[in-house]
Nanobody
Framework: QVQLVESGGGLVQAGGSLRLSCAAS????????MGWFRQAPGKERIVVAAINWSGSSTYYADSVKGRFTISRDNAKNMVYLQMNSLKPEDTAVYYC???????????????????WGQGTQVTVSS
């Protein structure tokens, strides 16, 4: 079992930065692929970034590539999402998710993930 708690969301002006953190509990964290998803009002939840369990490989949605960076610290059971050059269209609830899949891969589909955090609101004003 993995429990996830996100933090770091808030209100920021366009062009600003935020760093989201996801604290994970459970002995399987270091072997879990992790992902950050977001859901804006009236829209579907989409993947933002994903990272394999070793941290050696990452995936980014085209909309955030070059602006967001996903990282993890397995010794601290933490996953991070550094968000720079934020835009109003980045406004959403951001979720951390863990995938207990075999293999050192990242995953970009929501149904590939087994555990989810409660979400943290990110609001970017223009």
């Amino acid at each position: 079992q993995v429990q996830l708690v996100e933090s770091g969301g808030g209100l920021v002006q366009a062009g600003g930065s935020l760093r989201l953190s996801c604290a994970a509990s459970g002995r399987t964290f270091s072997s879990s692929s992790m992902g950050w998803f977001r859901q804006a009002p009236g829209k579907e939840r989409i993947v933002v970034a994903a990272i394999n369990w070793s941290g050696s490989s990452t995936y980014y949605a085209d909309s955030v590539k070059g602006r967001f960076t996903i990282s993890r610290d397995n010794a601290k059971n933490m996953v991070y999402l550094q968000m720079n050059s934020l835009k109003p269209e980045d406004t959403a609830v951001y979720y951390c998710a863990a995938a207990l899949q075999f293999g050192n891969n990242w995953y970009k589909e929501g149904d590939q993930y087994d555990y989810w955090g409660q979400g943290t609101q990110v609001t970017v004003s223009s």
